[in-house]
């Protein structure tokens, strides 16, 4: 079973200790996310200004039914028995303006007047769109400024969390990767970081934003007209029935898309990586319709949330467009009535406009919000899941090694009871050469896999030079132990980098003669760029071959203290496999040499050759000692030689 939760089996929408372990992944950048969190503030409050000053210029200036000037020297000319710095109460009646005295009297204006209050009003108007103009460009500057400045930190946030989460993978013991499906862990550290770099951005601060107009809104539209007000927010309750309904649904919906999109990560990563099998045995077609149903599964998860966010959001605009029309309704009549100014009502219109935007916006952010616990749910499963092998507390650091290798009655199973090796007990010298054949699945490569603690055994011991492998630590013990296996891994890079690996501190001329030692630097020097030729990836630039001469090379250049030849020369043409053989006895030399081969030829040289069957030796000596015994050596031998003889008639 797998070690994490399926996407369907998450169902927290919201959890506290997964927030605020994402929030400590952003206190690094804390002053950054405070001054975004206030420059929304400030955008939000630009929001709210522009409908107030389209009212003040409405009711104050262009359509007012009743206005107090303050005269200044100049216009109280215009106005016989008011002087300077007085008030006048002026009123407009179809569109003739009067001036309102005390006792109610009213004295009509004559054009100079009406003139001159023209005037002002028009001044007063510029003025306002003057402003007007400045607060949607310092809106533009701060809105700028604070996306900038968030994707800049929640960039480095996400990098911060990819990097631990690499690096956490690459200290995950063998057992671990081979019970996970490589597309999941795929979509762990690419898909999944991505989902919480949107929460960072559009959650984590901009949903402050959102808050603030709600508010703001309330506010401002309470103190204008707090009947108005009532009638506005009076659709509320539907939007919330909405958003509950929409919210019960749409997490389903995005959990079975979460699904089928690692499941299309896996099915590409396998055929992607087997592309080579699937022409060979023409399965292209095959493999093309499996994608094809896989790639239709997520098509139809997508195609469900989008039918619930399609039915969601102009739900949310149909209730909106109902309080707007309420609003006209309900303001029309009081502005007809003349109970409020028709400046209010339309400020009304725009902010029901505004309300209903960020209740869109948090309920996309309560989506990104779900796909961010799931995903960091995930996340964080897999960065607490522990290796199966881990250093001792009290590991010894061991800078080098003699070579000897002590098998104590070793017993060993991948899966509990199915026992791959049983009761393996031998001793190997230093210096000493050791070959293991035996039948498929005899488990030879287990051996290899225990020695190097790639898996930990059930029962007995494994001591190099006298020391459990168990107290040593893993970084010193696989520095002693120099492994050339069967499928060459060759990194993106150039041939130099994949012979030093490590070796930082190798120069070119010792790479060189490191390959030369291996006979490597033949073919080397004939590639365009010699030592600085690119390779692809894995390698499929080279033959199988010259990958596995480029590994020897990269062996000798770590110069371990045990060497471990599994299936070196198989699989290569016999001009190579020359060169090998002519390469193997200088790796060889001055170490402890364990080599795994199915053909018997390779392996004639050991001082002492180990079979194997069905995870037990059966059988131990030279080459010529095991022929002699007539026993299960014998008969691979026989069956090798006739087989040989078969194929040259």
């Known amino acids: 079973m797998s070690e994490f939760h399926e996407e369907e089996k998450l169902e927290k929408t919201y959890d506290s200790q997964l927030m605020m372990r994402l929030l400590g992944y952003a206190k690094p950048y804390l002053a950054i996310i405070l001054l975004c969190i206030v420059l929304l503030g400030l955008i939000a409050a630009t929001d709210l200004a522009q409908p107030y000053l389209f009212k003040v210029a409405i009711d104050d200036h262009l359509n007012y039914a009743e206005k107090t000037y303050v005269l200044d020297e100049e216009t109280a000319l215009y106005f016989s028995g008011y002087s300077a710095e007085e008030e006048i109460n002026v009123s407009r009646d179809e569109g003739q303006l009067f001036v309102n005295a005390q006792d109610g009297s009213r004295t009509a204006l004559n054009d100079s007047a009406v003139a001159v209050l023209r005037q002002k009003d028009q001044q007063a108007v510029t003025e306002l769109a003057f402003l007007l103009v400045l607060i949607l460009l310092a809106g533009l500057l701060m809105n700028f400024a604070q996306v900038y400045m968030l994707n800049y930190a929640s960039n480095r946030i996400i990098m911060t969390i990819r990097h631990q989460l690499f690096a956490h993978l690459q200290g995950m013991s063998q057992s671990f990767y081979d019970r996970q499906p490589v597309g999941r862990l795929v979509t762990r550290v690419t898909n999944d970081t991505e989902t919480l770099h949107e929460m960072y951005t559009s959650v984590l601060v901009n949903l402050f934003k959102d808050v603030f107009l709600l508010i703001g809104i309330v506010v401002i539209m309470l103190r204008l007209d707090l009947r108005l007000a009532l009638v506005s927010f009076s659709l509320i309750p539907l939007i919330l029935l909405a958003t509950w309904f929409f919210r019960s649904r749409v997490r389903e919906a995005y959990r079975e898309v979460r699904l089928r999109m690692a499941k299309i990560n896996t099915s590409l990563n396998e055929n992607l990586s087997g592309m080579r099998t699937i022409h060979v045995y023409r399965q292209e077609q095959p493999q093309f319709q499996r994608f094809d149903e896989v790639n239709a599964t997520y098509l139809k998860a997508n195609e469900k949330e989008n039918q619930i966010s399609s039915v969601f959001r ?211 020097e004939k590639t365009p760029q010699g030592y600085d030729q690119p390779v692809m990836e894995r390698g499929s630039n080279f033959s199988t071959g010259q990958q596995q001469l480029i590994s020897f090379a990269r062996t000798l250049a770590a110069n371990p203290s045990i060497l471990v030849l599994d299936e070196a020369t198989s699989n290569i043409d016999a001009e190579t496999e020359d060169l090998i053989q002519k390469a193997i006895p200088r790796l060889m030399e001055g170490r402890t040499t364990i080599a795994i081969a199915h053909r018997l030829s390779t392996i004639q040289h050991c001082d002492r050759i180990i079979v194997l069957h069905r995870g037990e030796i059966v059988e131990t000596g030279t080459h010529q000692e095991l022929l002699k015994k007539r026993g299960y050596y014998y008969r691979l031998y026989q069956l090798q030689v006739h087989a040989a003889d078969s194929n040259v008639s």
């Open 314 to 524: 102009p739900a949310v605009e149909l209730i909106g467009s109902l309080a707007l029309a309420l609003v006209v309704y309900f303001g029309g009549y009081q502005v007809l009535a003349g109970r409020i100014e028709f400046g209010v009502l339309f400020a009304f219109i725009n902010y029901i406009r505004q309300f209903f935007q960020p209740i869109n916006n948090l309920t996309e952010k309560y989506n990104i919000l779900q796909s961010a616990m799931a995903s960091s749910e995930r996340i964080f499963q897999l960065m607490d899941k522990k290796p199966d092998i881990v250093d001792a507390p009290n590991a010894q650091a061991v800078q080098s090694l003699t070579g000897q290798i002590t098998f104590d009655h070793v017993w060993f199973a991948y899966n509990e009871d199915e026992w791959i090796l049983k009761d393996i007990d031998f001793t190997v010298n230093p210096g000493e050469s050791i070959a293991f054949v035996g039948a498929t699945g005899a488990g030879k490569t287990s051996l290899i896999h225990l020695i190097a603690r790639f898996y930990d055994i059930q029962k007995g011991s494994i001591r190099l030079d006298g020391i459990d492998i168990r107290d040593i630590r893993q970084e010193d013990l696989r520095r002693q132990i120099g492994i050339v296996l069967q499928d060459v891994l060759l990194f993106s890079g150039s041939i130099a980098d994949n012979i030093s690996l490590n070796q930082s501190d190798l120069t070119r001329d010792e790479i060189v003669a490191i390959a030369k030692e291996v006979n490597a630097h033949t073919f080397i």
